[in-house]
């Protein structure tokens, strides 16, 4: 004989028939996503940009107007828009902080706060998400200027040298290459509206470079988190260099 139907909690914030403590999956994000969001905001309306020798913060490159000939405020603030943007309409940032931040939902099975007239992401502010593609062009752009200042760390005074910041810099501009060309807008760019590689234009080489994006794509989540972590770790390290409070070492 079936047994008694379970009974559904009534539809409420937190309402949920799940055993496991179903709110770790969200406080890491409340932890990491919001302390960086935190730290990257004081730097960059903190006015003064930092580097040391051929290292340069990644929150200020490329670096405009370091002398506030013409702007006034921090020169992070000029691009800001690109590197934010990016993130902040990514597929996997959406999920994590919707889910961290909004409460909508907080996790699988559990209810959300209740809301008339949802209407998703079809009106704004929400609406802007939608132009995620168009902040991956920008993020490309980023990405040049980093490889640039990774390429100028490992030259001191003219000549080849390692040093703590110059893995630093490139460990970083490596995982934050990772996190970009691992987005999902460029694997559907690669072949997502193509029914038939073997029918269109250069279909063989499309489907190779469809194929080995889907495969950065399943490791997208964890590029994201990696990436986050790396890039404040390098504005924080270049900026204790710059300020005395560290020594960079040389290996050569």
Known sequence: MAGSPTLLPESRLGSTLRRDAWWTEILPVIIVLGGFGIYATLRAFEGKYYDWGPYLSPFYSPLIDPEHRWWKFSPALLILAGPLGFRATCYYYRKAYYRAFFLDPPACSVGEPARR?????????????????????????????????????FFFDGHFGIGVGTLVLTINVTLLSLYTFSCHSLRHLAGGKVD?????????????AWSFLSFLNEHHMLFAWCSLVSVGFADFYVRMVACGAFRDLRFL
């Open 117 to 153: 007239n949802y209407r998703g992401e079809t009106s704004f502010p929400f609406i802007l998400q939608n132009v995620h593609r168009y902040f991956f062009y920008l993020a490309v752009l980023f990405i040049a200027f980093l490889w640039h200042d990774a390429i100028r760390s």
């Open 196 to 208: 038939c590689f073997s029918c269109a234009t250069f279909g063989r080489s499309r489907f190779e």
